[in-house]
């Protein structure tokens, strides 16, 4: 079945560096979501991408949609201890364009 | 104000004893869907609905039922719940369509099943 995951799992980064997120899928996405849940949250949407090659910038966050549209990334520029949280992917199900796969999510912390 | 209302938050059972997770959002939407959430697996569709009376499986919806009786309501009901269906849980909702459109979570339902 079709699988998505992220890396890392974990990032530790120190407040002012930079952060990077991978979401790389088995199979072609139509289109790719990015979600952000914070400690005790639940997810809440940041973006969509739906072109090859598009990048989009929200103030400090990058996001990337890979040219095969088989992966995506999401950089953070000089990080802030608000941007603690958990990252996750998401997109179209090979099995059903209604189904949803998340990717298994990056952890960030931000050590001030 | 726009929101998806999940009840219980927490919950803490014994195996073998029925129990509904109801889900309510009051934006209209057609599309509404279950997600559970483990540590390393991200989050994971158990069910979704389209739209009224129309239901289907997402990827692990053994253990699990679901119903659609209104367009604002999604139950989610464990008739025989197990230890390994302790997770994290959470409803959304979008407009239409599960991955072309933002979906809205719910605060989500901590169960624990002894």
């Known amino acids: 079945g079709q699988q998505v995951m992220q890396i890392p799992q974990y990032q530790h980064v120190q407040e002012g560096e930079d952060f990077t997120t991978y979401c790389n899928s088995s199979?072609?996405?139509?289109?790719i979501q990015w979600y952000k849940q914070r400690p005790g949250g639940h997810p809440v949407f940041l973006i969509q991408?739906?072109?090859?090659?598009e990048v989009k910038k929200q103030k400090r966050l990058t996001f990337q949609f890979g040219e095969a549209k088989k992966n995506s990334s999401l950089h953070i520029t000089a990080t802030q201890t608000t941007d603690v949280g958990t990252y996750f992917c998401?997109?179209?199900?090979?099995?059903?364009?209604?189904?949803?796969?998340f990717g298994t999510g990056t952890k960030l912390q931000v050590i001030p | 104000e726009a929101q998806v209302t999940q009840n219980p938050r927490y919950l803490i059972t014994v195996t073998g004893k029925k129990l509904t997770v109801t889900c309510s959002q009051n934006m209209n939407h057609e599309y509404m869907s279950w997600y559970r959430q483990d540590p390393g697996l991200g989050l994971r569709q158990i069910y979704y609905?389209?739209?009224?009376?129309?239901?289907d499986k997402g990827d692990v919806p053994e253990g699990y039922k679901v119903s659609r009786k209104e367009k604002r309501n999604f139950p989610l009901i464990l008739e025989s719940p197990s230890p390994n269906q302790t997770s994290l849980y959470f409803c959304?909702?979008?407009?239409?369509?599960?991955?072309?459109?933002?979906?809205?979570f719910g605060d989500g339902t901590r169960l624990s099943i002894l």
């Open positions: 998401a997109g179209p199900n090979s099995g059903g364009y209604q189904k949803v796969t």
């Open positions: 959304a909702s979008t407009s239409h369509g599960g991955s072309n459109q933002p979906q809205h």
């Open positions: 609905s389209m739209n009224v009376e129309v239901t």
């Open positions: 991408l739906v072109k090859s090659g």
């Open positions: 199979t072609t996405l139509s289109n």
